[in-house]
């Protein structure tokens, strides 16, 4: 709805603003002294306060093309970013945060395509996946990877009762046919899958086994022994 508003109705750019964040204090007529920082508990409640809530993370649109995007940050991110003011203002005299950030995530982003998706750093046509040189091993190639994020449009390739997954995140590559029961590490044989996804095929293929190794990584990561995890389990 309010993407239409801003199609309909489109509002201005909202100038640039850095600051800091104050923290409420008790005011020294409740106090008798002077202003004191709120006590934990009250600065809990404190925070649904239409002062303090315009600071929490917030993404809306203000006209078509055009994002309103508020974050709070630490000192470290708050330095990072004067850093990079500093470092580029020869590219950006004015300083604008937006640019700064623009040029991050394209390096950011990039970043992650080398390493997730295998794309190589200088452009140009990729190599071809060998036809079978990764088929016996679980290893997924990079070649391969960009095969089947192309043919999946980076999307979760999981087709349900109401359609495709919509999801984007948590990504992993999927053996349509699982490796344990001889499945080829192949494009034809790989699809892409979020984690939640994945793990459902899998389970639905491998049944219980599945399931009682999730049960023991869990187990393993919390320290338990699994004693009375089990017993928990048993009685619902």
Same mark, same amino acid.
């Given at each position: 709805?309010?993407?239409?508003?801003?199609?309909?109705?489109?509002?201005?750019?909202?100038?640039?603003?850095?600051?800091?964040?104050?923290?409420?204090?008790?005011?020294?007529?409740?106090? *008798?002294?002077?202003? !004191? %920082?709120? $006590?934990?508990? &009250?600065?809990?409640? =404190?925070?649904? /306060?239409?002062?303090?809530?315009?600071?929490?993370?917030?993404?809306?649109?203000?006209?078509?093309?055009?994002?309103?995007?508020?974050?709070?940050?630490?000192?470290?991110?708050?330095?990072?970013?004067?850093?990079?003011?500093?470092?580029?203002?020869?590219?950006?005299?004015?300083?604008?945060?937006?640019?700064?950030?623009?040029?991050?995530?394209?390096?950011?982003?990039?970043?992650?395509?080398?390493?997730?998706? *295998?794309?190589?750093? !200088? %452009?140009? $046509?990729?190599? &071809?996946?060998?036809? =079978?040189?990764? /088929?016996?091993?679980?290893?997924?190639?990079?070649?391969?990877?960009?095969?089947?994020?192309?043919?999946?449009?980076?999307?979760?390739?999981?087709?349900?009762?109401?359609?495709?997954?919509?999801?984007?995140?948590?990504?992993?590559?999927?053996?349509?046919?699982?490796?344990?029961?001889?499945?080829?590490?192949?494009?034809?044989?790989?699809?892409?899958?979020?984690?939640?996804?994945?793990?459902?095929?899998?389970?639905?293929?491998?049944?219980?086994?599945?399931?009682?190794?999730?049960?023991?990584?869990?187990?393993?990561?919390?320290?338990?022994?699994?004693?009375?995890?089990?017993?928990?389990?048993?009685?619902?």
């Amino acid at each position: 709805m309010e993407y239409l508003v801003a199609g309909i109705a489109p509002c201005p750019d909202i100038a640039p603003l850095i600051r800091k964040v104050p923290r409420p204090v008790i005011p020294h007529s409740l106090t *008798g002294s002077h202003p !004191r %920082p709120l $006590p934990t508990a &009250a600065l809990a409640d =404190s925070l649904s /306060s239409p002062a303090v809530a315009s600071a929490r993370p917030t993404i809306a649109p203000l006209a078509p093309e055009r994002y309103l995007i508020k974050v709070t940050v630490g000192a470290e991110t708050h330095a990072k970013l004067r850093r990079a003011q500093d470092l580029l203002r020869h590219a950006v005299p004015d300083g604008d945060p937006a640019a700064i950030i623009d040029r991050g995530l394209t390096l950011l982003i990039a970043q992650l395509e080398r390493t997730k998706l *295998g794309r190589p750093t !200088r %452009p140009g $046509p990729h190599p &071809a996946a060998p036809p =079978s040189a990764a /088929s016996s091993s679980r290893h997924v190639s990079a070649a391969i990877r960009r095969e089947v994020w192309a043919r999946d449009d980076g999307r979760c390739a999981f087709v349900g009762a109401e359609g495709r997954c919509s999801s984007t995140a948590f990504l992993e590559i999927h053996h349509v046919v699982p490796f344990a029961a001889g499945g080829k590490t192949v494009t034809e044989n790989l699809s892409l899958r979020c984690r939640a996804h994945n793990g459902l095929e899998a389970e639905k293929f491998f049944g219980e086994r599945v399931r009682r190794s999730r049960r023991e990584k869990w187990q393993r990561a919390s320290g338990d022994s699994g004693s009375g995890l089990l017993a928990r389990d048993a009685t619902g």
